[in-house]
């Protein structure tokens, strides 16, 4: 693409100018405030077309800059240009109410729409971003408190990384790191919501399990005193059929006592009987009866009856105590009774189990929907976020380093020539490479010896910049643009401001040059006289 | 001959509901087969067929007697019913033990079985699982017993690890009605014949579309059924179809319009579908409150003119990034983090 003339209707300072331009390289001198850099903003403006932004940015941005101050309804212009062989005069009105633009190719009259493309197509891939990073150049500037080769340092790496295009790819990586934070904290902030359900099921489980031992240990306790009593009993059924065996024996001798005595008393009593005949026989025999043989008989007789009767009662006694120890036993052993208790025992042993079981199977259908919870779909969504987040870090990580590499190699190498060109061979390269603390050190290379970029002079650092953008520019673009150095060579020396317009003009494409010197004019004329 | 036949009725499940408390809609599941049951009693419907899966989980003796007390208060019907994957009848399983109420019957044995009515010349044929899966297709070869002029057989199962079933083998089989169960959404495999009552109230958050019960009637030896709705609450998965020019507030008023038009007595789960702008995100937590909302899920996409900005950067990193996902579908995860890539990127511009 070749300019050939830039119409300012109203912009800026400017209104009703016409401004020619030709291929090859030229220079617009003019003194400071003449409006050169207006022009390059018209120029600019023209291409890309121009938008009021919003905002507080309205204030200070390039449409609030140029806009006329007599009549802002007519702020307007036109481009005449030629590209791949035909030439075309592009119109636009920048206008707040009254936004129009036009294309027309002026060989034939084709009407063509900027709307749709036509003049995207003509300029061949070129962007305001590259146009900015690449064909204009200003004078390399630092932010306050840089120094100007880390300025130019942080440049090449937002250059080389991103391809240019003004883009940070460290603050890019840096918001998806941040969002796969952000989104890893969702995660886990879910996670324990999750959790909090499902502990609820941990805790009846837990609970669960705790009644259960208790009731086993009342099942096993219960079940010991049954057993203890079932010995027991069988122990006392035991000692009672030998004591009973014992007392039968007893009895036997207790019977044969009793019997013994009542058969004292008997024969006692007998005795007694016989006395109180034979006295009877005596008192008979004479006429007074013998009383104290009579009364000893008695006497006799008595005590023969008391032995009986004891005996009686002591036989009696004794068949009273084996009845009751028979009742007793009946009560202890097969009785109804104690069938009863044992019964209940029993039951409540099963009742017990029969507790224990429903929990247990409470506490397995619980231990089951605890291993079922599923995640939500919240969850799965917020893991699959932060699986793309790691993937587009990972990703945007690669796609730099390649992105980097192919422009240090392609841009580096064609910088490298550039810049030889520009400094007439002192320098022999550029090196690029990575800084340990990230970013890029850019250093030169004067055939013996690397030199750091802080350590050149600003008029050198101009010149890698200088380099690196065309470079960049004969990279980037498929069509030949237009490059508009602004004031780019203040801090060049003659000599070097001799070999750089010796090179631009050696590219054999439009150049056009706003100076506020008449060097580049001067050296100009000179080289052609030379040529 | 009249019947009602119902499945999965998964008595002792949680389901997930929204704001609804899992215990309360554990609740619900209980009210629900209570109302069925006695919805028996006032159409005196001969038969209640429960085709398996009446419990959740292994049932437990109280649950049992709640169910039996309910069983026991039919005047006129008989109940049949199965033991499906989920109330397998296990060891220790208190199906085993449980005295049924007189007009209970259940087939609760591993092998085909089948119990006899006389009365109204009708036989039920069926077996339990005994198993949490059963991948061998007991089903293939049953025939219909032929002791009665109304057959009808109790199934449960019909994927790959639950017993596999063969429509044509079950066409061939002979039975008047097969009462199927374990598949939740209603569904007929032979029409009029062979039929899903489907979930009697949906257990799950994916049991989406309408539940209830298969009321029957065989006649002739033809039955006549028809599936009615039953349940109280459905599960609906609502996609929201989201426009560039879409913000949190209007799709809010989407939200709640869907769900007005649809009940609001149902379940949601929210899909964000589409092309946002790509300044604006949603807050999920935020639009969940519209409703009885289980989740939101943004899957929406940030309105990207890829192409656009790919010509506009070309031989830049966001070319070489976009480059890199080449060939991915829209939707997917790799889509997904090139529009994250593109927009950290866009932002990144100084």
Redesign the interface.
């Known amino acids: 693409m070749v300019i050939t003339e830039a119409y300012i209707r109203n912009f800026g300072k400017f209104s009703e100018q016409h401004f020619y331009f030709h291929d090859g390289v030229q220079v617009v001198t003019g003194e400071n405030e003449y409006g050169k850099t207006t022009i390059h903003a018209f120029i600019r403006a023209m291409l890309f077309g121009m938008e009021r932004g919003r905002g507080r940015a309205a204030a200070k941005d390039d449409y609030t800059r140029y806009e006329p101050w007599d009549h802002p309804e007519y702020y307007a212009g036109v481009l005449r240009f030629s590209c791949g062989g035909r030439n075309f005069r592009l119109e636009r009105n920048f206008s707040r109410a009254g936004r129009r633009s036009s294309l027309v190719c002026e060989d034939d009259g084709e009407e063509l729409s900027v709307e749709h493309g036509d003049l ?1 197509m003509l300029l061949g ?1 070129l ?1 305001p ?2 146009f900015d990073s690449t064909v204009s150049v200003g004078q390399l500037k630092s932010r306050p408190g840089e120094e100007l080769s880390e300025a130019l340092e942080n440049y090449a790496a ?1 250059y080389f ?13 840096e ?2 790191k941040n ?1 796969r934070k952000d989104a890893e904290k969702a995660l886990r902030a879910e996670e324990a919501k999750r959790e909090e ?1 499902r502990r609820a099921l941990l805790q009846e489980c837990s609970y669960l399990e705790r009644e259960m031992e208790s009731l086993q240990s009342e099942f096993e306790e219960k079940q010991r005193a049954l057993e203890m009593t079932v010995r027991a009993e069988q122990e006392a059924r035991k000692t009672r059929q030998e004591r009973q065996e014992q007392s039968d024996s007893q009895q036997k001798e207790e019977d044969r006592d009793s019997r013994g005595t009542a058969l004292w008393g008997a024969a006692g009593i007998f005795a007694g009987v016989m006395g109180f005949c034979w006295s009877q026989v005596i008192t008979g025999q004479g006429e007074m009866p013998y009383l104290p043989m009579a009364v000893i008989s008695v006497i006799i007789i008595l005590i023969g009856v008391g032995i009986l009767l004891s005996a009686l009662a002591a036989g009696v006694k004794n068949r009273g105590k084996q009845d009751r120890n028979f009742s007793k036993a009946q009560k202890d052993g097969e009785g109804a009774v104690s069938t009863e208790a044992r019964r209940q025992a029993e039951w409540e042993l099963k009742r017990i189990r ?1 507790e224990w ?2 929990k ?3 506490l ?2 619980l231990r ?2 605890y291993g079922e919870a599923e995640k ?3 969850q799965k ?1 917020l893991e ?2 932060c ?3 790691a ?3 990972q ?2 990580e ?3 380093r ?2 980097g590499s ?2 240090v190699r392609l841009v580096g190498r064609k910088a490298s020539e550039i810049f030889a060109g520009v400094t007439e061979g002192k320098y022999s390269g550029l090196e690029l490479k990575s800084a340990a603390g990230g970013g890029r050190e850019i250093a030169v290379w004067d055939g013996e010896r690397k030199i750091p970029a802080r350590l050149l002079s600003r008029g050198t650092i101009e010149q890698i910049y200088f380099a690196v953008r065309m470079a960049a520019a004969d ?2 673009l498929e069509e030949p643009m237009p490059v508009i150095l602004d004031d780019t060579f203040a801090f060049y020396d003659d000599r070097r401001l001799e070999s750089a317009l010796k090179w631009l003009s050696g590219r054999k494409k439009q150049v056009i040059i706003f100076t506020c010197q008449r060097r580049e004019e001067e050296i100009l004329s000179k080289k052609e006289a030379f040529s | 001959m009249k019947f009602i036949h119902i499945a999965d009725v998964h008595l ?1 499940a ?1 389901p997930e509901a929204g704001h609804l408390k ?1 215990e309360d809609r554990a609740r619900e599941l209980w009210d629900t087969f209570e109302e069925a049951v006695g919805l028996c009693d006032r159409e005196s419907v001969d038969l209640l067929l429960i085709a398996g899966d009446l419990f959740h ?6 649950e049992l007697k709640e169910v039996n007390y309910l069983f026991s208060r039919l005047s006129h019907t008989r109940v049949v019913l199965i033991a499906g994957n989920h109330d397998y009848i296990r060891m ?1 399983s ?1 199906y085993r033990t449980f005295q049924w109420a007189d007009n209970v019957y259940p087939l609760f044995g591993k092998e085909m079985e089948y119990v006899e009515f006389p009365d109204i010349q009708t036989s039920v044929c069926g077996l339990s699982y005994h198993a949490r899966e059963i991948r061998k297709p007991l089903y293939d070869g049953v025939r219909a017993p032929g002791v009665q002029p109304c057959e009808i057989l109790l199934a449960h199962g019909g994927d790959d690890r639950h017993i596999p079933i063969d429509r044509d083998q079950l066409a061939q089989s002979g039975f008047d009605y097969i009462a199927l169960g374990h598949i939740h959404k209603p569904q007929a495999l032979i029409r009029n014949r062979a039929v899903y009552a489907g979930a009697l109230e949906p257990v799950d958050r994916n049991d989406t579309g309408a539940h209830g019960y298969v009321y029957g009637e065989i006649k002739n030896g033809e039955a006549h059924i028809r599936w009615i709705p039953f349940a109280g609450r459905e599960y609906v998965h609502l996609e929201i179809p989201v426009e560039k020019t879409d913000t949190g507030g209007s799709i809010g008023k989407k939200i709640e319009k869907s769900i007005n038009e649809s009940g609001n007595e149902n379940i949601y ?1 929210i899909l964000l579908k589409g092309r946002r702008d790509a300044d604006i995100e949603f807050d ?1 937590g935020r639009l969940a409150g519209l409703g009885n909302i ?2 939101v ?2 899957e929406t996409a940030p309105d990207l003119d890829l192409e656009r900005i790919c ?11 976009i480059e ?2 080449a060939g991915c579908e829209e939707g997917s ?2 889509y ?3 529009c ?2 593109v927009e ?7």
């Open positions: 995207k891939g962007t971003e590259i937002g990384e991103a391809g240019g295009g003004e883009i940070d790819p460290g603050a890019a990586l918001t998806l969002r359900g029969a079981k429903e247990e199977i409470r397995q259908n089951e929907q939500s779909d919240t969504n699959r976020r699986r793309v987040l993937l587009a870090a990703e945007l690669k796609a730099a390649e992105t192919d422009t990279l980037l | 002792g949680e899992r989980r292994q049932p437990l003796v109280r220790d208190n789960k999920t289980m989740e899920l943004d010509e506009e950067n070309r031989g830049t990193l966001i070319r070489n990034y890199r996902f995860e790799e997904q983090a090139l994250e890539g950290a990127l866009l932002a990144s511009r100084r």
